[in-house]
Structure formats: structure tokens, C-alpha cells
């Protein structure tokens, strides 16, 4: 059964820093490309969430244009662990960030976990 958790969300002032982490279990990490997805507010009830970045198994990573400079993205297959270090927050980064695959495998278009909600005041 696959299962993810994603931790590390908060509340953060602009310019601040956090990190964070999706937690995979059964399924074969080190093989699956992953990426970071975000969620804005607002767009809850659209389900809408945009790629923010992605890492490939052999770690080659790729950025949304807002992302790039500020965001790495990084995994460690041993831990079956993805992460996103977010640095030099903006008031519009924040969101509820989901990881799953990506590009996004058909079979996990519902394969969400909770999601970890990030906030930036100004």
C-alpha cells in the first residue's frame, strides 16, 4: 500500500527559511521520479495544485520559475525521502505543498497525502 507523509510546514516571516519532507512507504523510491507540488490558497476546491519542482532517480531537479534560486529540492533514497529546502520566502509561496511523482503516474492521480501548509507573513 502506498502511503506518504509530508512534514515541515509553517508559519514563517518573509525572507525565512524552512524545510520540507515527504516520507514514502510501499513503493520502490529510488526508482520514481519526484517533485513538489503546491497547492495556493484559495484553490482548495479546485484541486488545482502546480509543480513547484522535481527530482529525477538519478537527481537531476528542475524548478518552477518562481522556484528557481530560492528552492532545492533534494532526496535520499535510503530514507525513501524527498525534500524541499525553501529559503528567501515571499508572502506568495505560501500554500499547502504535496509531494507525489512527477511527472504525476496515472496511477497516483489520488495518491495525496495531507499536505503541509507554509505561511508567510509580511
Known amino acids: 500500500q502506498v502511503q506518504l507523509v509530508e512534514s515541515g510546514g509553517g508559519l514563517v516571516q518573509a525572507g525565512g527559511s524552512l524545510r520540507l519532507s515527504c516520507t514514502w512507504s510501499?513503493?520502490?523510491?529510488?526508482?520514481?521520479?519526484m517533485g513538489w507540488y503546491r497547492q495556493a490558497p484559495g484553490k482548495e476546491r479546485d484541486l488545482e495544485r502546480e509543480?513547484?519542482?522535481?527530482?529525477?532517480?538519478?537527481?537531476?531537479?528542475d524548478y518552477a520559475d518562481f522556484a528557481k534560486g530560492r528552492f532545492t529540492i533534494s532526496r535520499d533514497n535510503a530514507m525513501n525521502t524527498v525534500y524541499l529546502q525553501m529559503n528567501g520566502l515571499k508572502p506568495e509561496d505560501a500554500g499547502v505543498y504535496y509531494c507525489?511523482?512527477?511527472?504525476?503516474?496515472?496511477?497516483?492521480?489520488?495518491?495525496w497525502g495531507q499536505g503541509t501548509r507554509v505561511t508567510v507573513s509580511s
Open positions: 510501499g513503493i520502490i523510491f529510488s526508482a520514481i521520479d
Open positions: 507525489n511523482s512527477a511527472p504525476l503516474l496515472p496511477a497516483w492521480r489520488n495518491t
Open positions: 509543480l513547484v519542482a522535481g527530482i529525477t532517480s538519478r537527481d537531476d531537479a
